[in-house]
């Protein structure tokens, strides 16, 4: 029996375990269930340690200790796949009543925008809870001469390199936004992540670069300031309307739209930029939600978003938060939904022009 089967099995064995939650659980008189005495669990479909698997670690303590009952939660890892294969089990499988839930990533959502074969899930049937931001900074070797985004213009024709963890990673974002700059830069496939990449760039071999946000800050900003690199633009957020907004992290930096403005002198528009900002959104801005399974009862979801918006207010993750949340506003309530939808769609004409994309300039199949 391979590791996936017993996986499934168990998964199956306690979610029928936990069928008669709903029926059982008190209810108050503003409707959300009582968990008191149960176990509650996050599935992340990320192997132990990485980012996603740190950021539920930091948060489910706080969020138990505000759900109604107080329950125990606990955090199922299910990698493989780059995340498609736990967020499949996830999506057939959890049953909607509460005991179970997720939280995927940017990486996630680039497969499902792209409209990948191996994709069995759909996010706009999972009753979003929560929508975590994150950011990152695109920067460049001062060896170029270049002073920031305005005189990117003087690259134009020069050849940049770029080392990338793949053509449907969520390098895919960097990608997008050097082909509607108009840079000629040829991506080196291969890395394990981006301190790979930063690492290349340090030794020559690559000549442009982005971090996340918290490695940024800690590996980069000293180069900045060495004089040894120049930052060019940050993702930034998006408001509800899906506008672009600085990155509250990075609040003296251009986002990406400026950047082009400031390159261009004018607005960016059409199906290259369009289809940036999707996947910009879905890796950045929209970067990490939480679900519960399809067809979840309003009472449970009503539920998880009040728990996770009390939350956000505690005082004493509100004192620990940077490590894990940065500077960015955590959507809840209201916001979650708007945020959510601009993280998770994709317009059909905008896909097809990135499947084209990749197809043409990097063999990516279908």
Known sequence: MTSITRRTLMAGGAALASAPVVAQAQTRGDSRVDFSGRTLEWVIPFAEGGGSDVWARFLAPFLSRHMPGRPTIIIRNVPGGGSITGTNDFYARARPDGMSFIGTSGSTQVPFLLGDRRVRFSYANMPPVFVSPTGGVCYLPARFGVANAAELGRLRGQELVYASQGATSLDVVPMLAF???GLRVRHVFG????GEGRLALERGEASIDYQTSSAYLRQVVPMVQAGNAVPLFSWGVVDAQGVPQRDPTFPDIPHFTEAYEMMNGRKPSGLAYDAYLAFATAGFAAQKPVMLPPNTPANIVETYKAAFASMMTDPELLANKDAALGEYV?????????????GTTIAPEAREWVRTYLTTNHNVRF
Not at 191 to 194: C, E, F, P, W
Not at 330 to 342: E, F, K, S, V, W
């Open 179 to 181: 082909e509607a700059l």
């Open 330 to 342: 955590q959507a809840t309530g209201d916001a979650i939904g708007p945020l959510y939808r601009l």
């Open 191 to 194: 890395m394990r992540g981006r």
